[in-house]
């Protein structure tokens, strides 16, 4: 099989002719690992001969993007989906959310206005293949977007456009506190943000298609838990989001593109609210907050794909804790509906010698199951 096929093989739950894989390291981990033995020269998909790749989509009010301050190895800026933050530079670390341009009804109006598609042909596209996390380059034209999804067509790997889920992106220009209080005291407000926002999203995957760029899955962030339960009650979720996630999950449906999407967090009260949306393959299923891929095949079967679970604190712990977290997960494979990946994101404290032993033993676990 190809890339491609393979990952289509898994989510149509039809079994691949090998372990289907990817992995996403921390920003340090991947400088480590170049140090360790990765060659400097070759792109991570490649030297593990990965199955998925990437496009971006920017669904944001598209504010400036600007450096505050930047120094002693850190960085404060103000993106463009309407948030202040400090990290660390270079590094993935915790983001400190310093502001966030949406402080009531009267500013969400302003907001509101800039949530839509530029009509003008000659606006930067709505599309790239690097992250619309801290995208401080331009944006390429339209052209220049068709151009780089053909470079990744061509590969011919599992092509996943990436986008934040609804909760996700309203909290980043509202604040997450704020949004918090705002689903108690005024739902309807909420409503209109999030369906604001999807709107936004059909209109960019409507003009990503017109231009003949068509993805294999959209993959929506959406993190909707804490290592402990829900960030908001279900029947809240049930009754303001997903009415927006639903009608993406019918557009995707119409034009035949896979629905995955990456939530952390202990989520299984989400779950057949996100089924009935349409969703049907979900990352990173956090062992940690006691997401269980081998559990939730019990339940859900051929209904849920699932995009991750191994125990990323196993990955670095002792060698007969990650084999045991291995023989019991990658089987799932054989069956369809499971693409392996950490629970999260592969840690610094991964050394390469270690990941290339996991993903060996992966690969082989899969050939006898």
Not at 258 to 268: E, K, Q, T, V
Not at 325 to 351: F, N, W
Request: glycine share 6%.
């Amino acid at each position: 099989m190809t890339h491609r096929e393979r990952i289509q093989a898994a989510v149509a739950f039809e079994t691949p002719d090998r372990l289907p894989c990817h992995e996403s390291p921390w920003e340090q981990t991947l400088a480590a690992w170049r140090t360790q033995g990765m060659p400097r020269d070759v792109a991570l998909e490649d030297h593990f001969d990965f199955d998925l790749s990437f496009m971006f989509l920017d669904a944001s009010p598209r504010f400036e993007q600007r450096i505050l301050e930047r120094g002693a190895g850190s960085i404060t800026y103000e993106d463009r989906f309407g948030y202040t933050i400090r990290k660390a530079e270079g590094i993935n670390a915790t983001l400190h959310f310093l502001d966030h341009h949406t402080k009531g009804l009267k500013t969400w109006d302003g907001v509101k206005r800039r949530m839509v598609l530029e009509a003008d042909a000659a606006a930067p596209a709505r599309i790239d293949d690097a992250s619309y996390f801290g995208h401080f380059d331009p944006y390429p034209s339209w052209a220049e977007a068709v151009q780089k999804y053909r470079r990744l067509r061509a590969a011919n790997r599992y092509l996943l456009f990436t986008v934040y889920g609804p909760w996700e992106a309203t909290w980043r220009h509202r604040g997450l506190e704020n949004l918090l209080t705002d689903v108690a005291t005024d739902p309807k407000w909420v409503r209109d943000m999030a369906d604001t926002y999807q709107d936004l999203v059909l209109a960019i995957l409507r003009r990503c298609l017109d231009y003949g760029m068509k993805a294999d899955g959209l993959l929506i962030i959406d993190d909707l838990g804490s290592s402990t339960g829900p960030l908001l009650s279900p029947t809240w979720w049930c009754g303001i989001f997903q009415p927006a996630v639903s009608r993406l999950g019918a557009f995707l449906r119409e034009h035949d593109i896979a629905f995955w999407m990456h939530s952390d967090g202990a989520i299984g009260p989400f779950l057949d609210s996100l089924v009935e949306c349409g969703v049907q393959v979900l990352n990173p299923l956090e062992a940690k907050a006691g997401m269980d891929a081998v559990a939730l095949r019990e339940r859900y079967g051929r209904r849920l794909a699932f995009f991750g679970n191994i125990d990323a604190t196993k990955m670095y712990g002792p060698l007969e804790d990650i084999r045991t977290e291995l023989e019991r997960k990658i089987p799932l494979a054989r069956q369809g509906g499971y693409i392996m990946h950490s629970d999260h994101s592969c840690p610094p404290e991964v050394t390469y010698e270690r990941y290339c032993w996991i993903l060996d033993t992966a690969r082989q676990i899969f050939e006898r199951s």
